[in-house]
Structures are given as structure tokens and as C-alpha cells.
């Protein structure tokens, strides 16, 4: 499914999908109100969404979908990089984010790891990971549960390699790569209700941008 109130990028996302062999776009959507009410109907398997939507808002509608239909992936696709995005809708649910402009390929192939279970992170959502982890301030007991490896993951991540190359970067298959991934994003509290790391990482590069 895809959900984005630009009529001209919704179209092509919707063309791309149906296009590309072992993908099918069910619905394409202009506001978030109508997505919810069609995801019963059209059974998504993963949600491409746009963050700044009239009406509920990208983060709003994750955070919704995530608790009325917890099966469904969302992965994020917006012209935003800025940790007052990222971080807020990491922490609703989102399983992936994504800025526009990917190129289709590597766009159809996120769709196809998030909807495997993978747990996606670009190198721009590393970056503001690793340098918020670099910080003083009151982020110390979360800095100090990253392991060494999951540093060297991120690391590797925001430089822009791929999971194969991370893999063999370090000596561990793609599956491992995953599962730190999925540990890290624990780790931030992204899956949670509180979302307290989230939450102040993202006022607190706000503040500092």
C-alpha cells in the first residue's frame, strides 16, 4: 500500500510496485484516514508512508496501524532526515526509513526486507544514531547496552554498505547482520509506548540543529 497526499508521487510508488515482478500495489492512498479504513479490505503486507499527510500525520498513523494491525510492516519514505522525524517515527513502529529520492531499486528491495521481518536502517538513520550514541548527556545507560558489535554495525551502516557487505565486513552472515539490527532497534525503544530514548534524542537534536 501506499500512502502519500502528493498525487504525482503516489501514482509512480503505486506504477513502480505493480511494475516490478513478485510486488503488487493493493492501494494507493491521499490521507491516512483512508488508509486505515482500507487495510482491512486490501491486506497490506507492508505500508510505504509519507510522514507529513493532511489530516493524521505519517507518525499518528503508524503508531495507529501498529496497534489495530500489528501484523502489517510500515516503512517510511519522506523528504525528511532530520532526527525530529526519524526518531519519533522510529518509536511509533515503523520498521524501516527511507528518504526520497532512493533509487527504485533500492526502494523495491527495503519493501522486500521489511516485509521479510527485516528491521531496515539507511545510513542517514545510522548517522543520527551513532552521533546521538556518541554524546555525553543523559543517554549513558542506553549508550553502554550497545555492544561492540552492534557499534560495528551501525558504523558500517552509515557508510553506506549494504547488509551483504557488512556480512562480510565482519565475518557474519546477512541473517546475523538482521538480528542486530532488530537488538539495536529494541535497544532505542523504537517498539515501545513509552519511547522516552526516542523522544529525547529527537528534542535534543532539534535543539542543537
Not at 494507493?28 to 509519507?50: F, M, W
Not at 520498521?95 to 523495491?108: C, D, Q, R
Not at 528491521?119 to 549513558?140: K, N, Y
Not at 517498539?191 to 540543529?209: P, T
Amino acid at each position: 500500500m501506499v500512502l502519500d497526499d502528493d498525487q504525482g508521487t503516489r501514482e509512480a510508488l503505486a506504477a513502480l510496485l505493480s511494475g516490478s515482478v513478485g510486488f503488487t500495489c493493493v492501494g494507493a492512498h491521499q490521507n491516512a484516514e483512508s488508509a486505515l479504513r482500507a487495510i482491512p479490505g486490501e491486506k497490506p503486507g507492508v505500508i510505504l508512508a509519507d510522514l507529513e499527510l493532511p489530516g493524521i500525520n505519517g507518525i499518528e498513523f503508524i503508531r495507529a496501524s501498529r496497534d489495530r494491525f500489528p501484523s502489517v510492516e510500515l516503512l517510511v519514505l519522506t523528504v525528511h532526515a532530520e532526527a525530529e522525524w526519524v526518531f519519533p517515527a522510529l518509536e511509533a513502529g515503523a520498521s524501516g526509513y527511507l528518504v526520497k529520492g532512493t533509487a527504485p531499486a533500492k526502494l523495491l528491495d527495503a519493501v522486500a526486507e521489511v516485509h521479510a521481518g527485516g528491521a531496515l536502517m539507511s545510513s542517514q538513520v545510522a548517522r543520527l544514531v551513532l552521533r546521538s550514541f556518541r554524546r555525553e548527556g543523559p543517554t549513558r545507560e542506553w549508550r553502554e547496552r550497545l555492544s561492540p558489535r552492534e557499534i560495528e554495525v551501525l558504523e558500517a551502516l552509515a557508510q553506506g554498505m549494504c547488509y551483504e557487505e557488512i556480512a562480510a565486513h565482519l565475518g557474519i552472515s546477512p541473517r546475523t547482520v538482521n538480528t542486530h539490527l532488530h537488538r539495536i532497534y529494541a535497544k532505542l525503544h523504537v517498539r515501545s509506548a513509552a519511547g522516552a530514548v526516542g523522544k529525547w534524542l529527537s528534542r535534543r537534536d532539534s535543539n542543537l540543529s
